[in-house]
């Protein structure tokens, strides 16, 4: 079965500082790879997607994801962060298998940003 | 356009009360999702429809009713709700299965 781990619960970042958020997955092949972002009360926005190719991903709002293979790794960042930024983030992943709609996500991380 | 839209943005309804919630997307995708989210918990899937047809019913109570009339509508009909089904009830819609998934902004659901 597939499994998402993002190891950080929450992370405080001051304004204009980089961010990274870790995600690392379980699967046995590599599956396709998503970020999404939360504000409260909101919906869920795409940030990025990874499904083959050049392993380093730019999204929108600034931000971009690596994927490396040898550590199971999609991790986010983004150089210089904004008040803005200060959001829920999911990572998730899909199987590349035809007819399996699920999207598996990961628990999680909640990004402050201090002035 | 990458919109998915949800009716109501609110819902207060009792226990004994039925209800639905909607969902649309007019970007000619063939899947449609239906979630719940918990206050700082990612979102737990419902059920998929896939061309129309219920593809996925995540074991969800029969309280939740799922309807997909048409390739771009998708009800939830709701009914006999209990307090803990309470939560944020997001809608979502992808191209086709693995494809990115495009969520409207959901319905916050009370239940009293």
């Known amino acids: 079965a597939q499994s998402v781990t993002q190891p950080d619960i929450h992370i405080t970042v001051s304004e204009g500082a980089s961010l990274e958020l870790r995600c690392n997955y379980s699967?046995?092949?590599?599956?396709?790879l998503f970020w999404y972002v939360q504000s409260p009360g909101q919906g869920l926005q795409l940030l990025l997607k990874?499904?083959?190719?050049?392993?380093l991903v730019q999204g929108i709002k600034g931000f971009e994801a690596e994927f490396k293979r040898s550590q199971s790794s999609f991790n986010l960042r983004k150089p210089s962060v904004h008040w803005s930024d200060a959001a829920e983030y999911f990572c998730?992943?899909?199987?590349?298998?035809?007819?399996?709609?699920?999207?598996?996500f990961g628990a999680g991380t909640t990004v402050t940003v201090r002035a | 356009d990458t919109e998915v839209t949800q009716t109501p943005k609110h819902l207060v309804m009792g226990m004994t009360n039925k209800k639905s919630l909607k969902c649309e997307q007019h970007?000619?995708?063939?899947?449609m999702y239906w979630y719940k989210q918990k206050a700082k918990k990612p979102p737990e899937l419902m059920f998929v429809?896939?061309?129309?047809?219920?593809?996925i019913n995540e074991s969800v109570p029969s309280r939740f009713s799922p309807e997909c009339p048409n390739s771009s509508l998708l009800n939830l009909h709701l009914h006999a709700l209990q307090p803990e089904d309470s939560a944020l009830y997001l809608c979502?819609?992808?191209?086709?299965?693995?494809?990115?998934?495009?969520f409207g902004p959901g319905t916050r659901l009370t239940v009293t």
């Open positions: 979502a819609s992808s191209q086709d299965s693995g494809d990115e998934q495009y």
């Open positions: 699967y046995g092949a590599t599956p396709y």
């Open positions: 990874y499904f083959s190719g050049d392993t």
């Open positions: 998730a992943v899909a199987s590349p298998n035809s007819n399996d709609y699920k999207l598996s």
């Open positions: 970007m000619g995708h063939r899947a």
């Open positions: 429809y896939s061309y129309e047809k219920l593809s």
